[in-house]
């Protein structure tokens, strides 16, 4: 599925330490997000995914949705915000990608809020809105997505086995390993880097389950940020104000490549 990852915001309702995503509150407005469509439509992209930071806390996220709903549309959220927009999310999205990192101690020590929260919330309130988007619509696909790393890498299956035990609604486990890319992330790799090797002895069959090791400049798809750039990961390779031409160029030569790493995803 040829996807287009959009970041609406780089604003985010938590500050994780191992967090990539670049440290400032840039956010999309509206014309922008309509030409990010526009050229999403004209190289035939299939679905948008809106991502971040956290694309709940964009003032816009109900009508952006609205004006993407001819593409398939896919959600990467830390889960914490969904139930003001479930009716919305659980009508229009194919795919809900929310990020827990363990159970309620370890995964409230892997994520810092911007706010007090405690762990037992910071747990819960994801896990009742996933069990609320599939009671609303039991055809929403759900990827239960944990990034891996020296700190919780001997509890995380602790998390598969409860999400077994108590019935969650996954449709996918994915597994990411920690890399220090850039901003947080590389300021404080040496508090969770893990290696390769280690991340590859991971297993878990009691549900569909994907391990994701990722490349060190995630140049795995393409990526419009606020202002327009438009990335394969890390590597700027155009901007949404470029002429048509040099955009479909840009994309086309990596079309490919793209194309394998979403089908391991959303198969
Ligand atoms: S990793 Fe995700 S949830 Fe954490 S600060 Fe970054 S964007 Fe927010």
Redesign the pocket.
Known sequence: MLTLDIKIT?L?????E????LNDSKSMDEEMFRKVLSIAEKLKFEAIEF????PLVHPKFAQFTELAKKFKLIL???GMLIEKHKEIISKYYTWVGV?LDGTAQINHIM??ANVNISAASQFNTPINNIKALKQLNPNINILLGS?VSQINYDSILELGDYIVKNKIPIDLWKLYLFRGKRE?AKENENKFILSEKEFEKLHFNKIKTVLQKGSTNSGECFIVSPDGNIALGSTVIANINDSGNKIINAINTRIKKVLENKKTTYS
């Open positions: 780089n985010c309702n938590y500050r994780c191992y967090c990539y995503g991502c971040g930071g956290e990467r959220t830390n990020s994520r810092k990034l947080r």
